[in-house]
């Protein structure tokens, strides 16, 4: 990826291959007195003949005094629940509720969480917002911000045939590139589903013996002297960082994330990457969606 006269990475997008769906409400007020609540899913795809299903919440005003408190009890609800948890992984982030599908797969657009106060608790909720779409292709393109340095070396073996004492043939096999981005921090949310990692409902993420690691398309910018360049590889996994933490010093010392990558030849196109220079037609919006591995 060194060019001579370029300088300047800006811009490094990523992309995962695989979308979970993911949709949310938010809890706006405790209970004022003892009761019961009713979550209510609805799924029409997703759940199919279960949908729409319904858990009952009870709620204690002395103990759920909080909307967090109060998220954390439906979640433990959802989580528990012989028919939601199968099929969806329920979280808290400070009194907002929210479902993830655990497997992969195309939207379904009947997904909804509505909210029933059976008990006049006094507890509210809002309403029911998308978060993600699912997808079996590429999700939303999102940024990593202050990225350092991005390397990336070719990957493959050189065959040559020889005959009368002269080389006769010779060919390269293409198998992608091995490389590492550093950045000043690579956002924990982002990195932590680069390596498959399990994100509990608490925010703790924990790494396992069986994580496995989820693919992307890996998109940045090059400026240029003459001409700034943009590039995509569509298939990268990152494998786990090295940790390098140090204790304060008398003189400021910066510590950088690295994570090593492997950029794989597309499986059904047989692409690897590609460039567009800022003169092409397909420039300016080239980080708002993967590109197409075929001509379009």
């Known amino acids: ?6 300088w300047g990475l800006r811009n490094l997008h990523i992309a995962f291959k695989g979308e979970a769906q993911a949709e949310k409400i938010e809890v706006t007020a405790a209970p004022s007195t003892d009761g019961e609540i009713e979550i209510q899913v609805t799924a ?4 199919g003949a279960d949908s729409p299903h319904s858990v009952v919440v009870p709620l204690a005003s002395e103990t759920h005094t909080t909307v967090s408190k109060v998220a954390s009890a439906i979640v433990n609800v959802l989580n528990n629940d012989d028919i939601i948890s199968p099929v969806f992984d329920a979280r808290n982030d400070k009194g907002v509720i929210s479902l993830k599908t655990k497997v992969v797969q195309e939207n379904d657009s009947t997904l909804e969480i509505a909210f029933t106060d059976t008990g006049t608790t006094g507890a509210t909720m809002g309403s029911s917002a998308a978060v993600t779409a699912g997808t079996t292709g590429y999700g939303e393109v999102k940024q990593i911000p202050g990225v350092i340095n991005f ?4 990957e493959g073996d050189t065959a040559e045939l020889f005959g009368d004492d002269t080389k ?9 590139y091995t490389g590492s981005i550093e950045a000043g921090f690579i956002p924990r949310e982002i990195q932590a589903e680069m390596l498959g990692k399990t994100v509990f409902s608490n925010g703790m993420i924990v790494e396992s013996a069986d994580d496995e690691p989820k693919e992307f398309a890996l998109m940045a910018q090059i400026n240029g002297n003459e001409e700034d360049m943009r590039f995509v590889f569509w298939r990268t996994k990152a494998s786990r960082p090295s940790k390098d933490n140090n204790t ?10 690295t994570l090593n990558l492997t950029m794989f030849v597309e499986e059904t196109a047989r692409r690897v990457m590609g460039e567009i220079f800022e003169n092409d037609s397909g420039y300016v919006n080239f980080f708002d969606s993967v590109p197409s591995t075929t001509d379009v």
Do not use: C, Y
């Open 168 to 176: 006769q043939l010779e060919e390269e096999t293409n198998n992608g």
């Open 44 to 47: 029409g795809t997703l759940l």
């Open 248 to 257: 304060n010093e008398d003189s400021v010392t910066f510590d950088t994330e």
């Open 1 to 6: 990826m060194s060019n001579k006269g370029t």
């Open 151 to 154: 390397a990336a070396d070719p």
